[in-house]
Structures are given as structure tokens and as C-alpha cells.
């Protein structure tokens, strides 16, 4: 956890500074001559979202008490959580629920006639991924 906390106050220094050397470039600019809006802003929000990162996390980091593993250089591979989740093997189920999102947002923004062939394609994708270990090969 001390890794990642120091990772995001050096990202939180970092685009800082690059806001920083971001409005300087704008400000010189012999052809744009003023501030770039767009760009600044998004660098120095990038800047407050890391230091929000980082605060909150050297707060829970002070707060747990002691080290994690993965501070440790002398922690082996099996001191860390062995559980890391459960995976559905061999599914199609998210590829399925991918193409019927990118299917939604393309019937969103082109035509809506098309998030009505995506609504359902979607919906059956959502169901069979959240029910796909009731039935069939991985059925428990």
C-alpha cells in the first residue's frame, strides 16, 4: 500500500508540474498567444484526482496499522492473498455484452432505431453471464 501511496503523490507532483509547463507552452505560443483552456483543465484536474488518490489512500494506509506484503522486500509470492476472484473459464458471455454495449452507445449516437436492436442483445447478455454457472458444463 506505501508503494501506491507514493505513486500517486509523485502523479499528483507530476501533472502539476506538466500543468504548469502546459500554460507556459500556451502563454508562449506565437500563434495562440493565450491560455488553452481545455487541455490546462484537464491536466490540473488530473493533478486534484491524484492528490485525492493519494491522500485517501495514505489515510487508510495509516489507519490499517500494519504493512502489507507487497511493502515488504523480503515478502515471498505466497504471503499475499491467494483468492484474487473467480473467473468464469471459457465464457462468451462478456464478448456478447461488449459488442451489445458498444451497439447501445453506437444506436445512441447515430441512430436510435439501433438501441433498439442492442436493448435486448444486451439484456440476454446480462443474464446469461450473471446465470452462467447454474446451467450447462460449469453448472454447481
Do not use: C
Amino acid at each position: 500500500m506505501k508503494a501506491n501511496v507514493n505513486l500517486f503523490w509523485i502523479l499528483a507532483v507530476f501533472f502539476a508540474f506538466i500543468t504548469g509547463v502546459y500554460v507556459f507552452w500556451s502563454l508562449t505560443d506565437p500563434g495562440y498567444g493565450t491560455i488553452e483552456w481545455a487541455g490546462t483543465t484537464a491536466l490540473a484536474l488530473s493533478a486534484i484526482l491524484a492528490t485525492f488518490v493519494g491522500f485517501y489512500l495514505s489515510r487508510v494506509h495509516r489507519h490499517q496499522g500494519g504493512e502489507l506484503p507487497e511493502d515488504t522486500l523480503t515478502a515471498n509470492i505466497d504471503d499475499g492473498d491467494p483468492e484474487l476472484g473467480h473467473f468464469a473459464p471459457w465464457s462468451w458471455w462478456p464478448i456478447i455484452m461488449a459488442a451489445g454495449g458498444a451497439l447501445m452507445m453506437l444506436g445512441l449516437s447515430i441512430g436510435f432505431w439501433i438501441s433498439f436492436i442492442a436493448a435486448p442483445l444486451l439484456l440476454i447478455a446480462i443474464v446469461g453471464w450473471t446465470y452462467e454457472f447454474y446451467r450447462g458444463f460449469h453448472a454447481r
